[in-house]
C-alpha cells in the first residue's frame, strides 16, 4: 500500500491541496525569547533614564534628603520653641488672669512636658550589637541580622517601663516626649517627632531613680531584651545622673487625624 499522499512534503504531487509547512516548536520559543528580550530592554531603559541602575545612588540620594528633612524640622522645632516663649512673656504681661488660675496654668503646662523639668534622673542607653556578633553562651543558636539591632519594641518597653516606675519626664535622644509622642522605627533608624536618629539611643527620665531601676528590672520585655545582651552582646546601659533638666517640647501640640472624603 503506497503511504505517498501522506509523507512529509509531498502533498503538492497528489490532487489535494498543499499543506501549509509546518513550523517548528523551537523557532516561536526563540522568538518569543527575544521579544521578551527587547521588552525588558525597553523597560530598564525607561526606568534608568541615562542613570546607572547597578548603583546605590537613588539609596543615597534618600538618605541624605532624610537627613535634610531632619535638620529642616529640628530648625523649625526650635524656631516654634522661641516664638511660644515670646507669645507667652507677652501673654503673662497682660493676661487679666488671676494668681490662682496663673499657678493652674503652670501646673497643667508642666504636665503637658511643655516647661523644662529639673530633677534626678537616670539615662538608659541601648545599642546594636557588634556585626560580628556570635552567640556567647551554649544551647542559643548563631545569630540572625534581626537579633543585632535595636527595635521599636525596645525602646518602647524602656519608655513604658520608666512611665510606669513613677517618671516626671522623660527626653528620648535631646526630644522631651509628650502624650502624643510615638516612638516609631525604621530599619535601624529612630524616627520621633519628625527627626531621625541613629543609635545609640539615650532614654533620660527624671523622678526616683530606684523607683525606676526597679521598674526597668520588672519589665518582662526588658528581661527578654536582656537575653539577647547577655547572648548576643546588645548594648545596655543604666547610669545615674545626678540631678539634670530636661528640655520643655518645643514641637506642635496640634492634633493631626484622618478626615472622610466628601
Known sequence: MSNSADSPGMGSMGSGPARTPRVKPVRILTVAVFALAGLIFFTSFNTAKGTDIRTDASLLKLSDLIQERSRKNKELDESNATLRGNVESLAESDDGSTGAQDEKLAALEKNAGTQKLTGKAITVTLNDAPPNATAKLPGYPEPQPDYLVIHQQDLQAVVNAL????????????????????????????????????????????????????????????????????????????????????????GTVDLHYAKPVE
Not at 513613677?166 to 526630644?175: E, F, L, S
Not at 526597679?214 to 537575653?227: E, R, T
Not at 552582646?233 to 547610669?239: F, N, T
Open 163 to 250: 512611665w510606669k516606675g513613677g517618671a516626671q519626664g522623660i527626653k528620648v535622644m535631646d526630644q522631651r516626649l509628650i502624650s502624643t509622642s510615638a516612638v516609631r522605627c525604621v530599619g535601624n533608624t529612630l524616627i520621633l517627632q519628625g527627626r531621625v536618629y541613629s543609635p545609640p539611643y539615650k532614654i533620660t527620665a527624671v523622678g526616683d531613680p530606684d523607683a525606676l531601676q526597679k521598674a526597668l528590672a520588672a519589665s518582662p520585655a526588658i528581661q527578654n531584651y536582656m537575653v539577647y545582651v547577655n547572648v548576643y552582646g546588645l548594648g545596655w546601659k543604666v547610669a545615674e545622673d545626678g540631678t539634670v533638666t530636661l528640655p520643655g517640647y518645643s
